[in-house]
C-alpha cells in the first residue's frame, strides 16, 4: 500500500511542476511575461491533486498508482491550450476540473464495493435509455453545430449520452457476467450460422440497438461507434467466443453502408474524409486547417503559446489534438497517445487479474470507452477514420465529458483496489455462492 500511494504521490507532484511549467511557458509564449496568477494557480492545481491522492490513499490504498497521475497530466495539459485559446473557456474547465475532482472522491466514497452494483443491472439499462433519449425531448433538448446531443437545464448545458455510456456499460457488465456461460453455450441455428439463443441476448440487444438507433438520429456518429465497440468487445470477452467478433465486424461493415446510403450528414464526413479539398472552404475546411496546424508544429512544435498561425474551428473540442500538435509538435502529439496507451494498458491489466466475472467485465467496458473515445478522435483528425464529433479524454473542453471521466477512471482505481475486492468477496461470499455456482455450471 505505503509504496503504491507514494509512487503516486512522487508522481502527482511531478505532474504539478510540469503543469504550471507549461502554463508559464504558454504565457511567456503569448504574451512575453509571467502570469500575474501563477500562485493562485500552483495552490489550486496542488490542493486539487493532492486532494484526489488522499481520497485513494484512504480509500482505495492498493489501487492502481498510474492512472491517476496520467489523467491529471492530460487534464492539465488540456487546460494549458485551452488557456491559450479562450481565457474564459479556461475558467470554465478549471470549474468543471474541480467538480470532476469532487465526483471522483464522492464515487470512492459511495461505490465501496463494485460488484454491489451488478444487482441494479436493469435500473442501469432504464437510466441509460432515458439519459440517451432526454435531448429529444421537446423544451430541453437543444442541436448544436448540426447534433442534438444536448440538454438545457437553466444555464447549464451538458450532454447526458456521456452519463449514459458509463451506465450502460454497467448494465452490460452485469447482465453478461450473469449469463454469459448460457449465452456462450445456447445454440440457435440460421441456415449455417450457430448463433446464441436470442432469449438470453435479447435484452443487452435490445439496449444496443435503441441506443444506436436514438445516437444516430441525433446524428451522434461517434457515440454509436463508441457503442457497437463496447458492446461487441464485452461479448466477446465474456463468451470468449471470437466468432462474436467476426460477426461485429460484418455487421459494423452493414450499417455503416446502409448509414452511408440513408443519411447524408454520413456520406458528407465519409467525402470529406476521403477528399477534404473537394469543398476547401466548406465541409473539409476544419480538416484542412487541422492539417495545416499540424503541419506548421513539425517534429518539435512552435512551442506553448506560440501557435495559432492557422485558424481551426472547435479547436477546444473535436480538434484539441491538432493544436496539442501544433504547438509540441509530433513529440508532443506522440507523448499524448502514450499517455492513452499507459491508461489502457492499466485498465486491461485490471481487468485481466479481476478474479471475478462483474469486474473483469466492467474494467474492460470502462477501458474500452476510454480507450476507443481516444482512438475515433485522434484518427479522425488526422485522417485515419471519418471525423466522429467526440472529446479527447480529459484532453477537450467540455464539462460533462470531463466529470463522467473522473468518475469513470474512479471506478476503474476501485475495481483495481484488490484489498477491498477481497473483502468485498469474504462479506458476500456466503450469499453469493450458491448463485456463482448455478451461473458457471
Known amino acids: 500500500m505505503t509504496n503504491r500511494r507514494n509512487a503516486e504521490l512522487g508522481l502527482m507532484l511531478l505532474v504539478v511542476i510540469i503543469t504550471t511549467a507549461a502554463y508559464v511557458l504558454a504565457s511567456l509564449g503569448a504574451d512575453a511575461r509571467i502570469p500575474p496568477n501563477i500562485i493562485p494557480f500552483l495552490v489550486i492545481v496542488l490542493g486539487l491533486l493532492l486532494l484526489a491522492h488522499v481520497a485513494l490513499r484512504r480509500l482505495a490504498p492498493d489501487a492502481n498508482p498510474i492512472l491517476l497521475p496520467v489523467a491529471a497530466l492530460l487534464n492539465g495539459l488540456g487546460y494549458v491550450i485551452i488557456a491559450g485559446l479562450d481565457e474564459q473557456l479556461a475558467r470554465q474547465q478549471a470549474v468543471w476540473t474541480a467538480i470532476g475532482i469532487a465526483a471522483f472522491v464522492a464515487t470512492l466514497v459511495v461505490v465501496r464495493r463494485p460488484r454491489a452494483l451488478e444487482r441494479y443491472r436493469y435500473t442501469f439499462a432504464l437510466v441509460g435509455l432515458g439519459l440517451l433519449l432526454m435531448p429529444l425531448l421537446p423544451g430541453i433538448g437543444k442541436t448544436i453545430n448540426g447534433s442534438r446531443i444536448w440538454v438545457a437545464v437553466g444555464p447549464v448545458n451538458f450532454q447526458p449520452g456521456e452519463v449514459a455510456k458509463v451506465v450502460l456499460a454497467l448494465f452490460f457488465a452485469a447482465y453478461l457476467a450473469d449469463q454469459r456461460q448460457l449465452i456462450a453455450t445456447s445454440v440457435w441455428k440460421v441456415g449455417p450460422l450457430r448463433l446464441p439463443d436470442p432469449k438470453y441476448l435479447g435484452p443487452v440487444v435490445i439496449a444496443w440497438l435503441v441506443s444506436l438507433v436514438v445516437m444516430v438520429y441525433q446524428k451522434d456518429l461517434g457515440s454509436s461507434l463508441l457503442f457497437f465497440t463496447l458492446f461487441v468487445v464485452m461479448l466477446w470477452v465474456a463468451t470468449e467466443r471470437p466468432s462474436f467478433l467476426v460477426l461485429g465486424a460484418g455487421l459494423f461493415a452493414a450499417g455503416a453502408y446502409v448509414a452511408w446510403r440513408m443519411f447524408g450528414h454520413v456520406q458528407t464526413r465519409v467525402e470529406i474524409w476521403i477528399d477534404p479539398w473537394k469543398d476547401p472552404s466548406g465541409s473539409g475546411y476544419q480538416i484542412i486547417q487541422g492539417l495545416f496546424a499540424m503541419a506548421f508544429g513539425g517534429v518539435v512544435g512552435t512551442g506553448l503559446g506560440l501557435g495559432g498561425q492557422v485558424r481551426i474551428p472547435a479547436s477546444e473540442n473535436d480538434f484539441i489534438f491538432a493544436v496539442v500538435a501544433e504547438q509540441l509538435g509530433l513529440l508532443g502529439g506522440t ?102 455456482g448455478s451461473s458457471a455450471s
Open 335 to 436: 507523448l499524448v497517445i502514450m499517455a492513452f496507451l499507459l491508461m489502457v494498458g492499466a485498465g486491461l491489466r485490471i481487468a485481466l487479474v479481476a478474479d471475478h466475472a462483474f469486474d473483469k467485465l466492467l474494467a474492460t467496458g470502462l477501458t474500452l470507452l476510454l480507450g476507443v473515445q481516444a482512438f475515433v478522435i485522434i484518427a479522425g483528425v488526422t485522417r485515419l477514420l471519418p471525423l466522429t464529433g467526440v472529446t479527447l479524454p480529459f484532453v477537450s473542453y467540455g464539462g460533462s465529458s470531463l466529470v463522467v471521466n473522473y468518475v469513470l477512471l474512479a471506478l476503474l482505481l476501485r475495481l483495481s483496489d484488490p484489498a477491498r475486492a477481497g473483502a468485498a468477496s469474504a462479506s458476500v461470499g456466503a450469499v453469493a455462492a450458491p448463485a456463482t
